[in-house]
């Protein structure tokens, strides 16, 4: 029995002491928000780091996936994956579109491009896609046909902070990208988000309609939220990017090791990368077949009865909440892949303080059974 619980996660933090000065300054020139100096920096550090052209950062990633759908004008109906967290199709019901769900590829679990086509009709405004686990979703095809039925893409890229493939960051994709900072992700400013553009015009809008569609003093031109990021948490992040390769360098190794202990575990599966060059390991997941001696859930609460907390990301699907499940596209018999999928998956531990020793203990439990 472990003396303290493991979680899923742990949010990673700076040293307290080198946070302070941040705040001195904050305290000292009196600026807490509305594009402040944090704010400018941390934007421009995030370009560099990241590799894109334009962000835009938000009070949280949920905020800036209901924007990134209003700063395209997208109406109608949206194609989108049901292995995701909620806030995805979340997203669509704020802006009163539909959601429209497909199944997702059984190796990435990403949205299937090869199914899209079937569900695109004359209201179909977009695809909404999620870089599962951090793994980049099939962009090449995703893109060829929302080129040929003219369609947009937003990426909900909360998971894929830092994620590079052979062309470089996987945010460059589609028509925006969306970041989530929240505590739980690999880069974290207490809560944050932020939406990538691949140009100047397009990152005006964003910002106006994150500060509630105001240009100037005297005119709104939109409907906007308040969706800013005040100083206090784009100082944290700035100070965070210190620390970011260190963390990325340590949830490596995390991988490495549960990869090596758990390999040819009769029913047991770890996902495997979808082809990035740069991973984030964000999250482990391990599918738990019927080859396995006990089921998914029967493991889960033996992990939970040692005092280790794996969560079933993402179980249930999206469509199976009350307000998808009247939905067409949510019925079980559309998306075969990803209701077993979830049925399957369980996320261990995995952050960048994770000790050796819990890895360990956690394998041999899947081990022991
Ligand atoms: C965390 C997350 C979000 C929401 O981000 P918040 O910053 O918590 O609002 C959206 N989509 C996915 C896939 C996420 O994991």
Known sequence: MNKKNIYVTQPSLPPLEEFIPYLQQIWDNKILTNGGPFHQKLEDA??????????????N????LVTALQALRIRGEVITTPLSFVATSHSLLWNDIKPVFVDIDPNTLNLDPSKIEAAINPHTAAIMPVHCYGH????????KIADNYGLRVIYDAAHAFGVEDANGSVLNHGDLSVLSFHATKVFNTFEGGAIVCPDAKTKVRIDQLKNFGHVGEVTVVAPGINGKMSEFNAALGLLQLNYINQALGARKKIDIAYRERL???KGITCLGDSGEKVANYSYFPILVDINYPITRDELYQKLKDAGIHPRRYFYPLISEFPMYRGLSSAHKENLPIATDAARKVLCLPIYPDLDMAIVDEISSIILAQ
Do not use: W
């Open 46 to 59: 995030l370009c560099e780091f990241l590799g894109v052209n334009y962000i835009s950062l938000f009070a």
């Open 61 to 64: 990633g949920t905020i800036a």
């Open 136 to 143: 980049p979703c099939d962009v090449d095809a995703i893109q």
């Open 263 to 265: 390999v040819g575990v």
